[in-house]
């Protein structure tokens, strides 16, 4: 089992800044990827952003690129998501999902554990 838990959501304005924190525990060993994705309201959830830790690549949205970045602090056991830019389009909960397994990364349905999720609001 792996247990993620999300912190550092809130409101900001249009082109601010916030830093999400997923920490992990558990079986964190099993860990081939972690994922941000996001859902508001009415729609589905989608793919923000991975990690994939056997050669520590990253992949971001298209819409997200250059504005996100996602890392990995291995002594804190946590992956963050470092949100700089944003707009009143990236309001939605945001969730972390640990895969185990090299597949679909950009699919939900890949993620085998989810965080609780946390808000993110960006005010126009």
């Not at 959501?9 to 249009?14: A, F, I, M, T």
């Not at 729609?43 to 250059?66: L, M, N």
Request: glycine share 10%.
């Amino acid at each position: 089992q792996v247990q993620l838990v999300e912190s550092g959501g809130g409101l900001v304005q249009n082109g601010g800044s916030l830093t999400l924190s997923c920490a992990t525990s558990g079986n964190i060993f099993s860990i081939n990827a972690m994922g941000w994705f996001r859902q508001a309201p009415g729609k589905e959830r989608e793919f923000v952003a991975g990690h994939r830790w056997f050669d520590d690549s990253t992949y971001y949205k298209d819409s997200v690129e250059g504005r996100f970045t996602i890392s990995r602090d291995n002594a804190k056991n946590t992956v963050y998501l470092q949100m700089n830019s944003l707009e009143p389009e990236d309001t939605a909960v945001y969730y972390c999902a640990a895969a185990l397994q090299l597949i679909h990364l950009r699919t939900p349905g890949s993620y085998k554990y989810w965080g609780q999720g946390t808000q993110v609001t960006v005010s126009s």
